[in-house]
């Protein structure tokens, strides 16, 4: 069966200091990946999402980043957090092919101080 | 995606049927209707998906009308564990964007 590994489950950094979060899926090949923020009382925002190695679609850039070094493997980064990164962010999978529902991770709750 | 719209917020009693509305007017031919919920502090689970037939799993049923701009899920017997954001998303391609959903309370 697929599972999605995210880690860490909670995060708390200081301003300007680096990011970087990790997301596996296992159990299936060539998905498609996204990452999700969660401002807190907010709603899901689509940051960045992935339909093959290398492949990256930015929804909104500002100053963070996502790579997928690996087919099962996507990576959220940044070079310096703001306080407004705070949030719970979320990595999600679906199998590559149409008519296929999302699985999300458990997410990371990340606190910028 | 399709422009979704659902109410902000719904009640319902505890062991009633919750009836969760979504209108989706742009949806196209081959697009499909998904739902999701998310119970606080966790990310969304899917619940349920459909084209055109009306479809029931486990979890809900889901009834789309038959010109497909409009669609119900129902929970046939809501418990307090129900309470959640429910999402109504109608992809389209690869980008997957979620609304503000409805906020579904259910009442002891």
């Known amino acids: 069966s697929q599972t999605i590994h995210q880690w860490p489950a909670t995060l708390v950094q200081p301003v300007g200091s680096p990011l970087s979060l990790e997301c596996t899926v296992e159990?299936?090949?060539?998905?498609?990946l996204y990452w999700y923020r969660q401002a807190a009382g907010r709603g899901l925002q689509l940051l960045f999402y992935?339909?093959?190695?290398?492949?990256i679609s930015s929804e909104v850039p500002q100053n963070l980043s996502a790579s997928r070094p690996q087919d099962r493997q996507f990576i959220l980064s940044s070079k310096k957090l703001l306080l407004s990164d705070s949030g719970f962010y979320l990595c999600?999978?679906?199998?590559?092919?149409?008519?296929?529902?999302?699985?999300f991770g458990n997410g990371t709750r990340l606190t910028v101080t | 995606d399709a422009k979704t719209t659902q109410p902000p917020s719904m009640d319902c009693a505890e062991g009633r049927a919750a009836n969760l509305p979504c209108n989706h007017s742009?949806?196209?031919?081959?697009?499909?209707v998904y739902w999701y919920r998310q119970i606080h502090s966790q990310g969304p689970q899917y619940i349920i998906h459909?084209?055109?037939n009306n479809e029931t799993n486990e979890m809900a049923s889901l009834i789309i009308t038959e010109d497909r701009k409009s669609s119900t899920l129902i929970l046939p017997h809501a418990t307090l564990r129900d309470t959640a954001v429910y999402y109504c998303?109608?992809?389209?391609?690869?980008?997957?964007?979620f609304g503000k959903g409805t906020r579904l309370h259910i009442l002891p």
């Open positions: 998303i109608v992809p389209r391609w690869d980008k997957i964007i």
């Open positions: 742009t949806i196209s031919g081959n697009e499909y």
């Open positions: 992935s339909v093959g190695i290398g492949q």
């Open positions: 459909g084209l055109k």
């Open positions: 159990g299936t090949s060539n998905p498609n």
């Open positions: 999600a999978w679906l199998e590559g092919s149409y008519n296929s529902p999302l699985h």
